[in-house]
């Protein structure tokens, strides 16, 4: 959405790695919301939102994985913050929509070791610093099942790695322990802040052919 994928500061994410390699063409400038953000937002007030939620992409605020942080990606985030609030809306923050730094899994494989905790934890310390004064609701990680099925088990998404189920569980204890480890360093530090913490999750939605039956009763109590 944002596009300029390498440009103002952002380092490579799995997702522009992947994807500039498997899709053709690329788009690079994608809709543009870098430069027309401002005009984009407006439509907030226009329409009457009370909510407004967007992703930070890791690799826009921490281009290697960790390090320094790019202050154009900051300043670009903290424009998307003001511009929301601005036109009525509350600002709900995604940490993580599967675009780790390529620069994690060039080093550990990303999701597949330890280390990704610590680094997220250190990327999210960043986003508080920056941004907690005006954002209340922090969405850790965009549905984390989607990240590690495409991207780790079956290699249809950034990173590409087909895995299988191994892969696929590692990824998913480590995104446990990610929003396990953030949420407890908020409340730990920033407890008299009131955050607000969530984790979208992506669900299968059943329904019986009939509803009468064991095997209907059953899937009604799958929902």
Known sequence: MEGYWNSYGKGPSVADVFSKANFNPWPDVAPDHYHHMVSDLAYLGELGATAYRFSVAWSRVIPNCT?????EGIQFYSNVIDNALANGAQPYLTMHHWDTPQACYDRYQGFLSD??????????????DRFGDRVKYWLVQNEPESNCNFGYRDGKYGPGLAGGNSAKYTCLRHSHLIHGTVVQYARANYASKGWKFGSPSIMSYYEAADSTNSAGKCIRNLV
Do not use: M, S
């Open 67 to 71: 390090g320094d942080v790019n202050e």
């Open 115 to 128: 280390q990704i905790v610590t680094d997220f934890l250190e990327y999210a310390k960043v986003l508080f």
